[in-house]
Every structure is written in structure tokens, then in C-alpha cells.
Nanobody
Framework: VQLVESGGGMVQPGGSLRLSCAAS????????MSWVRQSPGKGPEWVSI????????SYANFVKGRFTISRDNAKNTLYLQMNSLKAEDTALYYC??????????RGQGTQVTVSS
């Protein structure tokens, strides 16, 4: 199982980023997938969950209305569109196989820094 994130970087408050997670080594389409983030000094917190066909999406309250999770099962790829970014969104974001913090594999993550 391999999960490789990309798309992170530094952005000003109010800006946008799109994260991607390329999955390999397993049948991507049969697993719920999640984005999880971790900030320095804090525990991991789940950000968003998407079901296998991509039809049901859940969001943590702190990103609701700003972030959108999606997946392309033909490309074995998970996405997270992040808009209206805030300084408090600064964290290491990683994709995980499973639902929220109940996952069995995760990627190494991509850093998102929101700063003026």
C-alpha cells in the first residue's frame, strides 16, 4: 500500500490549494478515504471523509464550507480542494485509508502553511 500526497505549499490567508493523493498497491475503489491533518504540538484531527463511490462526504466543522473532498477511482487519486484558507489551517495534511482517524495506512503528508 502506498499513498503519496502532493500539492501543499505556502499560501496567503484567503488563498486556495488543491491537494492530491496518489494511491497504489490496493484496490482504491473499495475503500473509504480520508484527509487528516496534524499541527505542531497538537494531535491528529480528521478533516474530511469520502465514501467509496464519492457520493457521501463528511467534513469537520472547522473546514465545512471551505474544503471539498473528491476522488477519481479511475485514476486511484484522492483530492482536497481547500479555499478561504486561514492561518489555523497550517498543518501537515495526509491522506489515509479508512474513515477519519480510524485508518490502517497513511501517506507521509504534504505541508500546508498559511501565512501573510
Amino acid at each position: 500500500v502506498q499513498l503519496v500526497e502532493s500539492g501543499g505549499g505556502m499560501v496567503q490567508p484567503g488563498g486556495s490549494l488543491r491537494l492530491s493523493c496518489a494511491a497504489s498497491g490496493f484496490i482504491f475503489s473499495v475503500y473509504d478515504m480520508s484527509w487528516v491533518r496534524q499541527s505542531p504540538g497538537k494531535g491528529p484531527e480528521w478533516v474530511s471523509i469520502v465514501n467509496t463511490p464519492g457520493s457521501i462526504r463528511s467534513y469537520a466543522n472547522f473546514v465545512k464550507g471551505r474544503f471539498t473532498i473528491s476522488r477519481d477511482n479511475a485514476k486511484n487519486t484522492l483530492y482536497l480542494q481547500m479555499n478561504s484558507l486561514k492561518a489555523e489551517d497550517t498543518a501537515l495534511y495526509y491522506c489515509a485509508r479508512g474513515r477519519g482517524l480510524d485508518y490502517d495506512y497513511r501517506g507521509q503528508g504534504t505541508q500546508v502553511t498559511v501565512s501573510s
